[in-house]
């Protein structure tokens, strides 16, 4: 298939089914960025409506950096992987404070903030700039094995950048990946997973049962007491509260002590409210 076939399939196929999401109708690096590190391994649907309340309690760049973590925390439950929420406001308060309000316009300058990898970062800098990036996520990784490795197995993301790449279309890159990612959604939807032919295929572990769980019911039972002067739980209480074992619960909140999200003092533990 040629480039200009190639494009003007995907690009036909967005203007008739292009899906409808909130943060592509801003410019806002801001906003861009909430989204992105939200949709990490989040379910699009589930990301929408955490997404709206999130922009309506912090709009800025400036209130969530200033904002205390337990707001953030309550804000962020619900979508998992608490650890983005951390790096979403100390990447604000870099710009804030350091940066003069401004987000970096280039992928290389946005990739020095809190949480902001390669692929984050040349999001940001197309969607929020227009810059002709080269970057691969799940959807897109799909699109490209359907059409260009139709009979391969064990496929590698540096066989697929070049093509990336090469069909960039470079007159408007933020149309052109939210079609890749639409028409790569759509296809998933349609045939089997075109992903299980790439060499970085993983199926998601289990939830039920892991640390993972644990970690967020600390975090949940930690952000949602009702009383303040309560700030300091045992871990006994939380996990007789939320019925997970207690040894699961004492390696998660380790690791979130580890992580600067919890001050732990023998068996009590509490939020930590610093911004680090």
């Not at 309340?53 to 925390?73: G, N, R, S, Y």
């Not at 032919?197 to 952000?223: C, D, M, P, V, W």
Request: glycine share 4%.
């Amino acid at each position: 298939m040629q480039v200009e076939e190639f494009q003007q399939t995907i690009l036909s196929y967005y203007h008739e089914n292009g899906r409808v999401f909130p943060w592509r109708n801003t410019h806002d690096p801001y906003k861009i960025l909430c989204s992105e590190l939200m949709l990490q391994q989040t379910q699009t649907e589930r990301v929408v409506p955490k997404y709206q309340k999130w922009i309506e309690h912090f709009p800025t760049a400036e209130t969530l950096a200033k904002a205390q973590f337990q707001d953030v925390l309550t804000l962020w439950n619900g979508l998992g992987y608490n650890r983005r929420a951390r790096f979403l406001q100390n990447a604000c308060k870099t710009v804030v404070e350091d940066l003069h309000g401004k987000f970096p316009h280039s992928a290389k300058e946005l990739q020095k903030l809190s949480g902001v990898g390669p692929y984050t970062s040349r999001a940001v800098s197309a969607f929020a700039f227009g810059n002709p990036e080269v970057f691969i996520e799940t959807n897109i990784r799909a699109l490209y094995l359907f059409f260009f490795f139709p009979n391969v197995e064990n496929v590698l993301d540096v066989q697929l950048l070049p093509l990336i790449e090469q069909t960039l279309y470079r007159e408007n890159p933020r149309t052109w990946y939210y079609a890749l990612m639409d028409y790569g959604a759509e296809l998933k939807r349609k045939v089997k997973n075109p992903n299980r032919k790439s060499a970085h295929y993983a199926k998601q572990s289990k939830f039920e049962g892991s640390i993972r769980q644990a970690r967020g019911a600390i975090l949940h039972y930690l952000t949602n007491l009702s009383n303040p002067d309560e700030s300091k739980v045992s871990l006994q209480t939380i996990a007789k509260s939320k019925a997970i074992d207690y040894e699961r619960i004492k390696k998660a909140a380790l690791k979130l002590e580890k992580e600067g999200f919890i001050v732990a003092e023998d068996e009590m533990i509490y939020l930590d409210n610093s911004i680090k």
